[in-house]
């Protein structure tokens, strides 16, 4: 049994740091290819808001400032995962190297003919793609003119975020974040549930004795009055509070709350 202790803990600590890297989460997704970025720090700030969603694959076409690059380590806040795995192609094709379905993302589609999608519906198309097998990837304009005629008619589909047409530029890494985000809920992630949702409500005889103990200070107090309406006062307030679905701790509060206020009266 000694022998396999370390194993075990070994293993463990690989969760640990799987989950801290962001690794645990990742399955397939489309990978990101950011063509001629110009600024470090957005690169770092694309490559979080791809971990946050559970993206790993970054490609890079000819980044201006060279690669690896210290500020977009810097920006990317933990997401070393992407950033150690980037991928650096002098141009668009090589970087689309082995993609079956690529999707370029600007403001329109120019005169290419090509079907638009908004970054739902695209990331729908690609999460259909991808449990097929296939590699999608995502083209994403530098931040001086976005992509090129050239880049764009090289996919298979333009995604377009409806943004004020009058003010239609977005930033790098906010596109990447509003693509990612989406990508997420089409590959099934949710946020976590409420507290509320997966409380448990109070076992019965808890809740009856919190009600006997408030009633029995109301009484003192004098509220019931007058006596005839009584049964339909103590009525609604029951009703009141069941529909609340109390949980254990919340019962054990308000028992706290109605002796620390009759305490006081008694004082």
Not at 6 to 23: F, K, N, T, V, Y
Not at 88 to 97: I, K, N, P
Not at 214 to 231: H, I, M, N, S, T
């Amino acid at each position: 049994m000694s022998r396999n202790r370390p194993d075990r803990e070994a293993i463990a600590s690989q969760r640990r740091i799987a989950r801290r890297d962001g690794l645990a989460a990742l399955g397939p997704a489309p990978l990101f290819v950011l063509v001629e970025p110009q600024m470090g720090e957005n690169i770092g700030a694309a490559a979080r808001a791809m971990l946050n969603f559970g993206l790993s694959g970054l490609r890079l076409v000819n980044p201006r400032d060279g690669w690896p690059n210290e500020k977009a380590g810097a920006m990317a806040a933990g997401a070393s995962i992407v950033i150690d795995q980037t991928r650096v192609f002098t141009t668009t094709e090589q970087a689309l190297t082995g993609c079956n379905y690529v999707l370029a993302t600007t403001a329109r589609p120019r005169e290419a003919l090509l079907p638009v999608f908004e970054p739902a519906e695209a990331s729908a198309e690609m999460k259909q793609r991808i449990d097929r097998g296939e590699t999608c990837a995502v083209l994403f304009g530098g931040e001086r003119a976005g992509l090129s005629n050239e880049d764009v008619v090289r996919a298979d589909g333009v995604i377009s975020i409806p943004v004020n047409p009058a003010f239609a530029s977005l930033n790098l890494a906010q596109a990447a974040l509003i693509v990612a985000y989406e990508w997420a809920k089409a590959d099934g992630r949710k946020p976590p549930p409420s507290e509320l949702d997966i409380a448990i409500p109070a076992p019965r005889e808890d809740f009856e004795r919190f009600f006997e103990h408030l009633v029995a200070e109301l009484d003192r107090a004098g509220y019931f009055f007058p006596d005839a309406k009584r049964p339909n006062m103590e009525r609604n307030l029951k009703v009141a509070f069941m529909r609340a679905g109390l949980t254990a701790g919340e019962v054990r509060s308000l028992r706290g709350v109605i002796k620390a206020l009759t305490k006081r009266r008694e004082g």
